[in-house]
């Protein structure tokens, strides 16, 4: 463990699998005084993380069902996801702004997603720079007419304010950022998630911001066109060897390597070999629905995602 988190033994208690209800669709807003769904706390020294619900988006929760996170540098705070919403977006800041006087220099797009990207034109009021992966940026600009219309069917009056704009930065494979007491990277390590995934790593504290390519407490949504091949891979030989000692995940709290790795590289796996026996014994897609994925029925969303993962990935292993 690197000295750094060594002189820390408050990060042990860091929640796990082992409280799933901390993060529960099953428990109300926790914090009801803001649009946030919880209030930041401080993860390690100078990291903070707003952990959004494992529900998907609803009006309960405004949207705020992924983690929203910030790092205080000592020469100005970088944010890791804009939000679903202009909204969401201003109440981070506010507690931003509750934390310390430095100015946030920087915004972080963790994919082209509404939940990371729908708040990017509160910060690009401020006049703060956003920065997300090209093909993150691409995949937003098709994307966000119909992220914009469910925020506003679902969110309500929390959607007032939202004006859907891409990042005004991109980057390619990595971007090395320094400033204050961090050494930021800022990285997409292959095809994961979804298009453009990116990554922020603290190699002087062995910590990883993660985004979608990580999953912990809910099932990873699997979508029409993802690489489940190539998110295993990504995560074998690009995420694990740089054996970060804590992870915030895109969805959960934050945990370590083997929890994220159990909860989505092993799920994919889980569910590949699944559904590869179920084509090998010529299985087709209207039975491949029913597969069995008991072993992550505690997870949150399992209803919501469970059969229609099996049938993404029998139409992707059915080209293979």
Request: aromatic letters at 10%; hydrophobic letters at 40%.
């Amino acid at each position: 463990m690197k000295q750094f988190l060594a002189a820390l033994p408050f990060v042990m208690a860091l929640p796990t699998l082992t409280q799933p209800a901390l993060a529960s669709e099953d428990i109300p807003d926790q914090y009801p005084q803001s649009v946030l769904y919880s209030k930041p706390y401080e993860v390690i020294p100078g990291v903070y993380s707003s952990i959004g619900a494992t529900a998907p988006p609803t009006y309960e929760n405004a949207g705020h069902n992924n983690n929203l996170s910030f790092i205080v540098t000592g020469d100005g705070v970088v944010v890791v996801n804009s939000g679903a919403s202009y909204k969401l977006a201003e109440a981070l800041h506010a507690e931003i702004k509750a934390v310390t006087d430095q100015p946030v220099k920087l915004v972080i797009n963790e994919n082209g997603q509404g939940h990371a990207m729908l708040g990017n034109n509160y910060w690009i009021a401020q006049g703060v720079p956003v920065l997300a992966h090209v093909d993150a940026a691409e995949e937003f600009e098709h994307s966000m007419a119909g992220a914009w219309t469910a925020l506003k069917g679902y969110a309500k009056e929390n959607a007032e304010g939202t004006d859907p704009m891409g990042p005004t930065e991109t980057f390619e494979d990595e971007k090395i950022i320094t400033m204050g007491d961090f050494e930021i990277h800022v990285l997409h390590l292959g095809p994961a998630h979804s298009p453009g995934d990116t990554q922020v790593w603290l190699p002087q504290q062995g910590f990883m911001i993660a985004g979608d390519i990580a999953f912990s407490e809910r099932m990873p949504p699997i979508f029409s066109g993802t690489c489940t091949s190539c998110w295993i891979e990504t995560w074998e030989e690009k995420f694990m060897p740089l054996n970060p000692t804590y992870v915030i995940p895109g969805h959960g709290h934050p945990t370590n390597l083997a929890q994220v790795t159990r909860y989505t590289r092993d799920y994919l796996v889980y569910l590949r070999g699944q559904i590869r026996d179920h084509i090998d014994n010529g299985g087709g897609l209207a039975d491949a629905y029913y597969v069995d994925q008991s072993p992550y029925k505690h997870l949150d969303t399992f209803e919501e995602l469970a059969t229609k993962n099996a049938g993404v990935v029998f139409e992707e292993m059915d080209w293979e």
